[in-house]
């Protein structure tokens, strides 16, 4: 596993397939974060301008996953803004069995002559979800349809 990467695409015929890597689970949350952000603009070219919280929940990890990623995603379909940086603080299961991520977000208003547009994300799967933790390392497989 190659845990210098923060992300890699892998092969796929239609969809965007990404492999996010991580040494905690909470920074491959943040690594797929940016690969998603990743696939619709250069995300190099997006400055943390703006802050904002995020926190979801779910039933297991791979919805944790799932709905982290479609926060994000509605975040910029609703509000036009485009993320660059992104720091899980708080990633645990509780008492009541619930998985519970807080996150801090970064970015700006998307602006096209600004942030090239690569390819729209229309929404995020659990096709080929996968969730592979090994000590000091964890990598998130994901695919967006695009």
């Not at 190659?2 to 991580?22: C, M, P, Q, S, V």
């Not at 497989?141 to 695009?146: G, H, Q, S, T």
């Given at each position: 596993?190659?845990?210098?990467?923060?992300?890699?695409?892998?092969?796929?015929?239609?969809?965007?397939?990404?492999?996010?890597?991580?040494s905690?689970?909470?920074e491959?949350?943040?690594?797929?974060?940016?690969?998603?952000?990743?696939?619709?603009?250069?995300?190099?070219?997006?400055?943390?301008?703006?802050?904002?919280?995020?926190?979801?929940?779910?039933?297991?990890?791979?919805?944790?996953?799932?709905?982290?990623?479609?926060?994000?995603?509605?975040?910029?379909?609703?509000?036009?803004?485009?993320?660059?940086?992104?720091?899980?603080?708080?990633?645990?299961?509780?008492?009541?069995?619930?998985?519970?991520?807080?996150?801090?977000?970064?970015?700006?208003?998307?602006?096209?002559?600004?942030?090239?547009?690569?390819?729209?994300?229309?929404?995020?799967?659990?096709?080929?979800?996968?969730?592979?933790?090994?000590?000091n390392?964890?990598?998130l497989?994901?695919?967006?349809?695009?």
């Open positions: 596993m190659n845990t210098r990467r923060k992300f890699e695409f892998l092969e796929h015929t239609a969809d965007a397939y990404i492999a996010a890597y991580g905690s689970l909470a491959a949350f943040e690594n797929a974060a940016l690969a998603m952000f990743e696939v619709m603009t250069d995300v190099n070219k997006v400055n943390p301008q703006i802050e904002e919280d995020v926190s979801v929940e779910a039933e297991d990890e791979q919805a944790l996953l799932y709905s982290w990623l479609e926060n994000l995603l509605v975040r910029f379909d609703v509000s036009s803004r485009v993320y660059s940086r992104f720091q899980v603080y708080e990633l645990k299961q509780d008492n009541d069995g619930m998985f519970r991520l807080k996150a801090k977000i970064w970015g700006e208003p998307f602006n096209p002559q600004k942030h090239p547009q690569k390819v729209g994300v229309k929404a995020v799967t659990y096709h080929r979800m996968e969730i592979i933790k090994q000590p390392a964890v990598v497989k994901f695919i967006l349809d695009i």
